[in-house]
Structures are given as C-alpha cells and as structure tokens.
C-alpha cells in the first residue's frame, strides 16, 4: 500500500490531500461538495486522484493505507436545525436550565427581549426528584417510578435520542447511571448521553447543552459515516477509517458516534496542525496565526508556545458547546461570500454565501449576484481559463454584471471600483477577526508567524498582513487544501477529565494524585486498545486554576504527570500567575490559587507524510513565467501589467517581486507592489515584511 489520504469538506469544495509513499511526492484534488450528500462530493475527489495516478477507483482505494476526514457535516446539521429530536432528563427544580442559561437573555438589560428558545422544548424536558449533593452524598434518593413515567412520556412523543443530565453528577453519577439502566429496560433501542460521562465539568448549564447536543448529532453522524465507509468498502477500501476530532485530533468511527459532538467544524480544525507543522518544518517556530479562507468562511486560529489553543467557551448554533474545541474565530468571509449594499450606501459581504451551488456567477451556474471570488476575478487576480483541478472556466462578464447591478450602480461608481470595494470590504472583516482572536488570547500579532491558506486566502492575505503589522507570511505549498493537509499530520488524541475542587494553601496531595492516577490508567487503556506503541505515545497532564472568587479558570500544563511535593505545587503555582499575566496582564503573586478541573490528555503519535525538499535553484524565476496580464492595485493607481508565474514550477530560493500573480492548482498568490515572496525548501511562499 502506497498512498495516504485526508479529505476535508467544506461549504463550497471538498479537498483532498494524497502523499504517495513509494516516491515522497504528495498531490491535491478539489471536487464540488454535495451538500445533500457530502459523501458523494469526497468520492468525486478521490475519483480525481485515481485518474491522476492513472488507477482504477478500486485500484486507487484498495492501494490506500490509510484515510483521514474531516467536515463541517455536524455543524450545519447544528446551525440549520436538521438534528434529532431529544428528550432531556433533569434533576426536579432546574427543568429551565436550557431557557435561563447563565444570564438568560442575550442582552439582559433589555427588557422587551425574550428568552431565547431552548435546544430542547419544555415539554421534552422531564424533571425527576433525586438530588446529589456538591461532595457526591446523596440527599435525596432517586425516584424511579418518576423516571419509568418519565421515559415513557418521552417515547410517546417520539423523540430520537435521551440526554441525562443531573445537578452535581460529576461529583456522583450514580443516578444518571441508574437512570440510563431504567432506559435500558422501558425502552432498549433509544439512545442514551449521560452528562457525567461525556463531560465532566462544573457549570450545569455547559454539561446540559453539551450533552443534548451530543444527542441530538448522534443519528446524523452515524448516518453520514455510515454511508461514507459504505461507499468506501463498495469501492475497495479496506483499511479503517480515522476521523478528525474539533480538538485538533483524530479519533475512531466508534468512539466520534458515540461523541459526535466533537465532530462539530472538525475540518476547519486541522488548519492550525498544518499551520504548526508547516512552521515546525521551516524554521521551528512555536508561535503561529493560521487563517484559513474558503469558499464560504475565514477561520483563525492559534498555536502558542506550540500547543494549539483550545477553548470551552465555543458558541456554536446559538448553543454553549461546553467541550474543548480548537479556539477560532470565524466570519462569513469567503470566495463565495455575497456582497451587497444596504439602503445607507454601505458595503457588506457575508455572511451569506452562494455555496456550491450555484456558486459564483462567474460559473454561469445560476449565481446572479456578486461574490468575493467575482470581484478577485474582475480585478485580474484569478486566471479565466481554469479554476481548481476541475477545469471549470471562469466567465469574467457575467462577474462585471452581477457586480455592477448589485455594487457599482447603487454606489455611483464603475464596477473596477466596485471590485475593489468587495475586496477591501472583505479584508476589513477577516483583519477584525484575527485582531479579536488576538485581543481574547493576549497576543500580539507582531510577534507570531502567519501561516496562511484555503483556495482564496491568497489573494487577499499578504495586504491585510501589512496593515496589521505582522512580520512573516507563510503560504503552504498546500494552501489550497490547508485542512486536508493538515489532517494528514494530525495524532490520535483523547481527553480524560474529572472535578477536584483544591486550594493551594490547603493542598490535597494524596486526593489530586489518586485522581490524576485514574485519569492516567484510562489515557493508557485507550492507548493500549489503539495498539499504539509506548515509543509513540505521550501522556500530558493539565489543571484548571483561577484566584479566589473568580468566575472563569485558566488551563495550566503540569509539569509532571503528579505533584507530589510543595515544590511542585509552588511550580503550579507560579506558572498560573505567569499564565495569568499572559492573558490579562495582571497577575497578584500573593495570592493563592483554586484547582477545579483535571485533566489527562492521551495522544498516539501517527505515521507522518515525510515531504521532500525542493531542490535550490537560485533568485530567478524567470523559468516559471507565464507571461503578463492586467491586474488591479490601488496604489499604483488601477491596472497595470503583473507577471504571472506557473507555481508548478518554481523551486526554492526563487523570489517574485510584486506586482505579480502566482498560480497553483489549487490556490491564487497576489503578490503586492513593493513586496516579494521567497519559495522556501518545502515549497512555501514566504514574506518578511519590515
């Protein structure tokens, strides 16, 4: 077997990467997704690289050893509301929980505004007398008859799935667990969540909506893998499947059923493992910005001291996810993203977008109105002859007239102007989003490495770098595929979590240990049953802190897998504080600190694609020059004549001064007037700005 393949789908494309291990080589593959079934779109690509290696579908895929895939399948089941009906089961007394929230209203002065809808109708949300003290005693016993009348209210209104969900049981799940045994014998085939189980954290409101969401995704994952692997093995692939997880990892078929919540924007989520492993491969920087622009979002992302940041205060749906998901921000800033203006003369583009169908309009598909993708098109950014590997010829009038119609006219201007206003528009949004992500992490852009990709990114991204000040670009070879090329390098990876409260003045070093040894018995258990070697394996260790009577808590790495003395804890201790200051630029030395949460996070190191190094071949790049063509840039004052190179071509150490255009198979590079890229030794576009 020779080749290993990692697919991503997205709103507009689905994207393959596929390294060939017999020769080093690694080649990328763009199809439409199919949004009715995703599926169909990821077959569409892989039959693109079976005629590419001159191989038979079955041929390609049963030569396959292995295949890795992400996608945005849950969250749009999620945002367009097309999931399972739930039933929730709660402790009696806190039946509002999905309605109240942690403040209720989104704005809570406003008095006029209603509560928002719960995920999960009062009337499928049953409460149960029980009750569970915060030390996991028991104050009231559970009321069974309550739980049998209660799932069978359920079943008669037909709902798909259960969620459990019971104050205080992740201090003692033994009613939640009780609860699902009653299921089991009312009703065998229904599925069940318990809160305890998937997520162990404090804050009822996070565990519930966790868990109803995770209910609610169970059936649309299950079927959407279910017919992938099917369509798979009818085709000739034999190896497992790897699904990638929203925290940066992969994960089995089975365990990503049992918890598809983690599915949720996983594709998206392999951009920052392709944003760190494109920097660790260049220069060994811990420190990297990844944006990733598509044809329907712009999506950024963090690595820091070379972890990727993760959060739990992901929103997505107008629900708290409540896990630890890749933290990113994103807009509804894409190529396909539809620009428009309002009845004050304002530009806006997104967040609605024309998707993969219709499409652009320069597709001649349908599209009537402008998108980003026209206007880079009408400013002489993306060639006319072809786009993607697809071939699919691009109609630069119909882009002229969608976006006189809906820009240049309502704006008095000509539709060259007009262009441009979408693009610069469009600019404003992603900078926005990147100096959020910024602002909410504490950093400062100047001091990261933007790693930049997705098949529009490149002609937008070197101008937004300078105007925020950042020092170094980089655009992958892989750009046009970032995620897929990103999964490839991902690691298998799952978390194992549990509540301690603990104060460091008041340390509870046997209590902390035996609870960081469990959690490190079932990190090694899920490694062992991964048949993961113990060469390629690391355990790493992680507490939640925050000083007395704060509200939210910080994540702090251990230094080892115990604390075992005061020297330890002080260590703890001391990297809060400097943790602290980081992110709020404060810290107070003298105070103690609070430990809620503990966690152990298992990761199995995966085979990796080893890229090969391109060969140098000196500055000049004059052997990649395609010619000239017109090409907007403001400050030259309209269009002038910019070179145009073929990036199949170029090797390391070459450098293109702008104005000039870079084409890829998958991916257009603008290169500014007055600036240069350098071609590094794996192939990247590289920048230095002063």
Same mark, same amino acid.
């Given at each position: 077997?020779?080749?290993?393949?990692?697919?991503?789908?997205?709103?507009?494309?689905?994207?393959?990467?596929?390294?060939?291990?017999?020769?080093?080589?690694?080649?990328?593959?763009?199809?439409?997704?199919?949004?009715?079934?995703?599926?169909?779109?990821?077959?569409?690509?892989?039959?693109?690289?079976?005629?590419?290696?001159?191989?038979?579908?079955?041929?390609?895929?049963?030569?396959?050893?292995?295949?890795?895939?992400?996608?945005?399948?849950? /969250?749009?089941?999620?945002?367009?509301?097309?999931?399972?009906?739930?039933?929730?089961?709660?402790?009696?007394?806190?039946?509002?929980?999905?309605?109240?929230?942690?403040?209720?209203?989104?704005?809570?002065?406003?008095?006029?505004?209603?509560?928002?809808?719960?995920?999960?109708?009062?009337?499928?949300?049953?409460?149960?007398?029980?009750?569970?003290?915060?030390?996991?005693?028991?104050?009231?016993?559970?009321?069974?008859?309550?739980?049998?009348?209660?799932?069978?209210?359920?079943?008669?209104?037909?709902?798909?799935?259960?969620?459990?969900?019971?104050?205080?049981?992740?201090?003692?799940?033994?009613?939640?667990?009780?609860?699902?045994?009653?299921?089991?014998?009312?009703?065998?085939?229904?599925?069940?969540?318990?809160?305890?189980?998937?997520?162990?954290?404090?804050?009822?409101?996070?565990?519930?909506?966790?868990?109803?969401?995770?209910?609610?995704?169970?059936?649309?994952?299950?079927?959407?893998?279910?017919?992938?692997?099917?369509?798979?093995?009818?085709?000739?692939?034999?190896?497992?499947?790897?699904?990638?997880?929203?925290?940066?990892?992969?994960?089995?078929?089975?365990?990503?059923?049992?918890?598809?919540?983690?599915?949720?924007?996983?594709?998206?989520?392999?951009?920052?493992?392709?944003?760190?492993?494109?920097?660790?491969?260049?220069?060994?920087?811990?420190?990297?910005?990844?944006?990733?622009?598509?044809?329907?979002?712009?999506?950024?992302?963090?690595?820091?001291?070379?972890?990727?940041?993760?959060?739990?205060?992901?929103?997505?749906?107008?629900?708290?996810?409540?896990?630890?998901?890749?933290?990113?921000?994103?807009?509804?800033?894409?190529?396909?993203?539809?620009?428009?203006?309002?009845?004050?003369?304002?530009?806006?583009?997104?967040?609605?977008?024309?998707?993969?169908?219709?499409?652009?309009?320069?597709?001649?598909?349908?599209?009537?109105?402008?998108?980003?993708?026209?206007?880079?098109?009408?400013?002489?950014?993306?060639?006319?002859?072809?786009?993607?590997?697809?071939?699919?010829?691009?109609?630069?009038?119909?882009?002229?007239?969608?976006?006189?119609?809906?820009?240049?006219?309502?704006?008095?201007?000509?539709?060259?102007?007009?262009?441009?206003?979408?693009?610069?528009?469009?600019?404003?949004?992603?900078?926005?989003?990147?100096?959020?992500?910024?602002?909410?992490?504490?950093?400062?852009?100047?001091?990261?490495?933007?790693?930049?990709?997705?098949?529009?990114?490149?002609?937008?991204?070197?101008?937004?770098?300078?105007?925020?000040?950042?020092?170094?670009?980089?655009?992958?070879?892989?750009?046009?595929?970032?995620?897929?090329?990103?999964?490839?390098?991902?690691?298998?990876?799952?978390?194992?979590?549990?509540?301690?409260?603990?104060?460091?003045?008041?340390?509870?070093?046997?209590?902390?240990?035996?609870?960081?040894?469990?959690?490190?018995?079932?990190?090694?258990?899920?490694?062992?049953?991964?048949?993961?070697?113990?060469?390629?394996?690391? /355990?790493?260790?992680?507490?939640?802190?925050?000083?007395?009577?704060?509200?939210?808590?910080?994540?702090?790495?251990?230094?080892?897998?115990?604390?075992?003395?005061?020297?330890?804890?002080?260590?703890?201790?001391?990297?809060?504080?400097?943790?602290?200051?980081?992110?709020?630029?404060?810290?107070?030395?003298?105070?103690?600190?609070?430990?809620?949460?503990?966690?152990?996070?298992?990761?199995?190191?995966?085979?990796?694609?080893?890229?090969?190094?391109?060969?140098?071949?000196?500055?000049?790049?004059?052997?990649?020059?395609?010619?000239?063509?017109?090409?907007?840039?403001?400050?030259?004052?309209?269009?002038?004549?910019?070179?145009?190179?073929?990036?199949?071509? /170029?090797?390391?150490?070459?450098?293109?001064?702008?104005?000039?255009?870079?084409?890829?198979?998958?991916?257009?590079?603008?290169?500014?007037?007055?600036?240069?890229?350098?071609?590094?030794?794996?192939?990247?576009?590289?920048?230095?700005?002063?």
């Amino acid at each position: 077997m020779r080749f290993r393949v990692c697919s991503d789908v997205g709103g507009t494309f689905s994207d393959l990467f596929v390294f060939d291990e017999n020769n080093g080589e690694w080649n990328i593959f763009k199809a439409f997704t199919v949004p009715r079934r995703p599926s169909d779109g990821i077959m569409a690509g892989l039959r693109q690289a079976a005629d590419h290696y001159k191989l038979t579908l079955d041929g390609f895929l049963r030569d396959c050893v292995s295949l890795v895939h992400g996608s945005t399948v849950a /969250l749009n089941a999620l945002i367009e509301g097309k999931v399972a009906k739930v039933g929730l089961i709660c402790t009696r007394g806190f039946r509002d929980i999905l309605t109240t929230r942690e403040q209720g209203r989104s704005e809570p002065f406003l008095w006029k505004t209603d509560y928002p809808d719960p995920f999960v109708p009062r009337y499928l949300t049953l409460p149960v007398t029980e009750r569970v003290n915060s030390e996991g005693g028991v104050e009231i016993p559970l009321n069974e008859d309550e739980v049998r009348a209660a799932v069978r209210q359920l079943k008669g209104h037909g709902v798909q799935a259960i969620a459990v969900a019971l104050l205080w049981s992740i201090t003692n799940g033994d009613h939640e667990r009780r609860i699902e045994a009653i299921i089991r014998e009312e009703w065998p085939e229904v599925p069940v969540v318990l809160s305890s189980q998937l997520n162990p954290i404090l804050r009822e409101y996070r565990r519930t909506s966790s868990t109803v969401v995770n209910a609610s995704l169970l059936d649309v994952i299950r079927t959407y893998v279910s017919d992938l692997q099917a369509q798979l093995s009818d085709n000739g692939y034999a190896c497992p499947l790897s699904l990638v997880t929203s925290a940066g990892g992969i994960a089995s078929v089975q365990d990503m059923m049992e918890r598809p919540i983690y599915s949720i924007n996983s594709g998206p989520s392999m951009a920052p493992i392709a944003g760190q492993t494109t920097v660790a491969m260049e220069q060994g920087i811990d420190n990297v910005l990844v944006v990733d622009m598509g044809g329907t979002s712009f999506d950024v992302s963090v690595v820091q001291d070379g972890k990727i940041n993760l959060s739990r205060e992901i929103v997505m749906g107008g629900c708290f996810l409540g896990v630890d998901l890749v933290d990113s921000r994103s807009v509804g800033s894409g190529g396909g993203s539809i620009a428009r203006v309002d009845a004050g003369g304002l530009v806006h583009v997104g967040p609605e977008s024309a998707g993969a169908n219709p499409g652009p309009a320069f597709y001649g598909r349908g599209g009537t109105r402008p998108t980003v993708s026209d206007a880079d098109l009408v400013l002489g950014y993306l060639n006319t002859e072809a786009f993607a590997r697809g071939g699919t010829p691009l109609d630069p009038a119909l882009s002229s007239a969608a976006i006189e119609e809906h820009v240049a006219k309502p704006l008095g201007i000509d539709v060259a102007q007009a262009a441009f206003t979408i693009w610069s528009t469009v600019n404003n949004d992603m900078q926005a989003a990147m100096q959020d992500l910024a602002i909410s992490r504490g950093i400062d852009l100047r001091d990261f490495v933007v790693v930049s990709g997705g098949g529009a990114a490149g002609m937008h991204i070197q101008a937004m770098a300078m105007e925020l000040g950042i020092r170094e670009l980089i655009i992958p070879k892989a750009a046009g595929v970032l995620s897929a090329y990103g999964g490839a390098f991902a690691d298998l990876v799952k978390e194992y979590s549990a509540i301690a409260f603990v104060e460091s003045n008041r340390f509870d070093f046997a209590g902390v240990n035996a609870l960081l040894e469990s959690l490190e018995r079932s990190a090694v258990a899920f490694l062992d049953g991964h048949g993961i070697d113990p060469a390629d394996r690391r /355990l790493e260790y992680y507490a939640e802190a925050r000083y007395p009577e704060q509200i939210w808590e910080l994540p702090v790495p251990l230094r080892t897998g115990r604390i075992a003395d005061q020297a330890q804890l002080d260590a703890l201790v001391a990297d809060f504080h400097d943790i602290h200051e980081r992110m709020y630029a404060v810290k107070d030395p003298s105070q103690p600190i609070e430990c809620l949460h503990w966690k152990v996070r298992a990761i199995g190191a995966t085979p990796k694609p080893a890229i090969r190094k391109l060969p140098f071949g000196g500055e000049g790049a004059d052997h990649a020059l395609k010619g000239t063509r017109k090409a907007f840039f403001k400050d030259l004052g309209g269009f002038v004549d910019a070179a145009v190179y073929d990036g199949t071509r /170029l090797t390391c150490g070459n450098r293109i001064e702008g104005p000039a255009v870079i084409e890829e198979p998958t991916t257009t590079v603008v290169v500014m007037p007055g600036t240069a890229m350098t071609v590094s030794e794996y192939g990247s576009y590289v920048s230095r700005f002063a």
